[in-house]
């Protein structure tokens, strides 16, 4: 089911544990460990270890000075709403409108620091994208003493 790794000094990461299993993406290292712990194994003997780490970004759009402006208004009022919940729990006459008013300011900050932001990189980063780490493989380290138990587990 799982594909099991003899103990090398290649796969042995570190001097506490040996690799039993290694696997082309986190989720099948994940349901390897998950697997062991539904086998009853005790898991904190378990490191989940990846190899040749790399960060990939995915552009996912343009950014404009305009959209900038408009995330840093929708961020701005989020802000502004919960300075004005925050000054209304003080205010008795007119609670709606001192909300109302922080919100208002907020998106007004917020729209000018987006557009000031943006204009300040001078188009160097004109797009949006998201950041993550990505291994090349992942491995199921276990502690020593347990090592057999877990390889007899994963072999089922």
Avoid: C
């Avoid at 790399?54 to 929708?74: C, D, H, N, P, Y």
């Amino acid at each position: 089911m799982y594909e099991t790794q003899a103990p090398t000094t290649a796969s042995t990461i570190d001097r506490s544990g040996e690799v039993v299993a290694s696997f082309d993406s986190y989720a099948g290292a994940q349901a390897a460990v998950d697997d062991l712990s539904d086998r009853g194994f005790p898991v904190q003997h378990v490191r989940i270890l990846g190899d040749s780490v790399r960060i990939v970004e995915q552009v996912s759009g343009r950014m404009t000075g305009g959209r900038a402006a408009g995330l840093g208004a929708a961020s701005g009022a989020w802000t502004g709403l919960f300075i004005g919940l925050l000054l209304g729990l003080f205010t008795v006459i007119g609670w709606f409108s001192v909300v109302f008013t922080a919100v208002l300011l907020g998106a007004l900050f917020g729209l000018v620091a987006g557009w000031v932001g943006h204009a300040a990189t001078g188009g160097r980063r004109d797009f949006t994208s998201v950041q993550s780490l990505v291994a090349g493989r992942y491995d199921v380290q276990v502690d020593h003493g347990y090592v057999d138990q877990a390889r007899s587990l994963l072999a089922r």
